[in-house]
T-cell receptor, first 115, second 114 residues
Framework: DQQVKQNSPSLSVQEGRISILNCDYT??????FLWYKKYPAEGPTFLIS?????DKNEDGRFTVFLNKSAKHLSLHIVPSQPGDSAVYFC??????????????FGQGTTLQVKP | EAQVTQNPRYLITVTGKKLTVTCSQN?????MSWYRQDPGLGLRQIYY???????DKGDVPEGYKVSRKEKRNFPLILESPSPNQTSLYFC?????????????FGPGTRLTVL
């Protein structure tokens, strides 16, 4: 049972345009959400996070939106750059109800930004 | 440089031959964890450790062992590898055991079991 789902395996956008990556979750106990970026032959690197007490968090070109009622979050990259081409993983955690530190990951979305 | 290191990066082995994948972090993190990444499944947690001598199972622990004798090291042991353990493995760490959960990942170990 996939608790965190990224339904788009891939996304292609033009340089300078907006990239929107989506993520859905099913477990209402999740209270902390993260996005990781992964380049080939490297480990995932933390990109941005959001707590369930917020609905938006912004860091430079990256903004994460959280819609708790819809159990949906999205990552917006504006403007997109060729160096953003990577696999993006959405992850969720139940920080306040569990001390296991477990991150539940989605399947990943491969973003290609064309020059 | 603050980092999580894993060795080996690539390994091809045969069914039943015991192997160990090492993981080390230089950030004095209490929490360490192992994940495996498989196509269409994302990353799934195998084992985690809250501190020295404290380990527990994640979602997919079958066929794996871990130990945490020192804070910096968290090796993953496959006593009798099988082909279904062919995967990409990541070690991760983070400071503390509660609160926000940004984890730092190693570069990965690609394991093939024939």
């Amino acid at each position: 049972d996939q608790q965190v789902k990224q339904n788009s395996p891939s996304l292609s956008v033009q340089e300078g345009r907006i990239s929107i990556l989506n993520c859905d979750y099913t477990n209402s106990m999740f209270d902390y959400f993260l996005w990781y970026k992964k380049y080939p032959a490297e480990g995932p690197t933390f990109l941005i996070s959001i707590s369930s007490i917020k609905d938006k968090n912004e860091d430079g070109r990256f903004t994460v939106f959280l819609n708790k009622s819809a159990k949906h979050l999205s990552l917006h990259i504006v403007p997109s750059q060729p160096g953003d081409s990577a696999v993006y993983f959405c992850a969720a955690s139940a920080v306040y109800s569990s001390n296991t530190g477990k991150l539940i990951f989605g399947q990943g979305t491969t973003l290609q930004v064309k020059p | 440089e603050a980092q999580v290191t894993q060795n080996p990066r690539y390994l091809i082995t045969v069914t039943g031959k015991k192997l160990t994948v090492t993981c080390s972090q230089n950030m004095n993190h209490e929490y360490m964890s192992w994940y495996r990444q498989d196509p269409g499944l994302g990353l799934r947690q195998i084992y985690y450790s809250m501190n020295v001598e404290v380990t527990d199972k994640g979602d997919v622990p079958e066929g794996y062992k871990v130990s945490r004798k020192e804070k910096r090291n968290f090796p993953l042991i496959l006593e009798s590898p099988s082909p279904n353990q062919t995967s990409l493995y990541f070690c991760a760490s983070r400071p503390g055991t509660g609160g926000m959960n940004e984890q730092f990942f190693g570069p990965g170990t690609r394991l093939t079991v024939l």
